[in-house]
C-alpha cells in the first residue's frame, strides 16, 4: 500500500474532557475505540489530528502540546483536513473510516486547552469519522484517502 499519510501516534482516554494518553495500539470497532470516552458518538467514533496542526499551535501559543493533547485518538502525518470532505474514506492501519465532519465546536471552558490560550484547533482541524470497518491501528501505520464523495450509484 502506497501511503498518504503516516500514523505518529493512537491515543486514547476512558473520560470526556481530558487529553488522550499514548498507547501502542487501539482496537477499533463498528463504535469507535475500544475503552475511549467517544466511542459510540454518531458520527465520531474516531477523531484524528495532524500533527503539523499540533505543532504549529504549540509554537504559535508556547504551549506544551503533543499527541493526544487536542482529544484525537488518531495523530496523523501528511493527512490535511482542509484537503478532506465528508465521505472521503481513509484507510488507517487495519481499519476503513469515513469522514463525517471537519471541526467541531470548542468545549469552551470546560477544554483545558481553550482555557489557557482562548482558542483550539480541533474546531477547524479536527477530522471525525464514522467506521465502516474496525481492526487495529498502530503508531509507524500508514494510511491513505480514498475519495468516494462524486460517486453515483445506480
Known amino acids: ?46 477523531s484524528l489530528l ?20 487536542f482529544g484525537e485518538n488518531v ?8 484537503s478532506l470532505s465528508p465521505g472521503n474514506i481513509l484507510i488507517v492501519g487495519g481499519a476503513e473510516l469515513e469522514v463525517t465532519a471537519i471541526g467541531k465546536t470548542c468545549h469552551g471552558d470546560d ?5 489557557a ?3 483550539c484547533i480541533m474546531p477547524y482541524r479536527g477530522v471525525f469519522c464514522s467506521v465502516r470497518s474496525g481492526g487495529p491501528v498502530r503508531a509507524g501505520d500508514g494510511g491513505r484517502v480514498e475519495d468516494r464523495t462524486s460517486q453515483v450509484l445506480d
Open 75 to 82: 495523530t496523523t502525518r501528511g493527512l490535511d483536513p482542509s
Open 111 to 115: 477544554c483545558s486547552i481553550f482555557s
Open 117 to 119: 490560550v482562548g482558542r
Open 1 to 46: 500500500m502506497t501511503a498518504d499519510f503516516t500514523v505518529v501516534s493512537v491515543n486514547l482516554s476512558p473520560e470526556k474532557g481530558t487529553a488522550k494518553r499514548q498507547v501502542g495500539e487501539i482496537s477499533i470497532d463498528s463504535f469507535g475505540v475500544i475503552g475511549d470516552a467517544h466511542r459510540d458518538v454518531r458520527g465520531r467514533g474516531v
Open 50 to 69: 495532524d500533527i503539523e496542526s499540533i505543532e504549529g499551535f504549540g509554537a504559535s501559543t508556547g504551549l506544551s502540546v503533543s499527541s493526544g493533547s
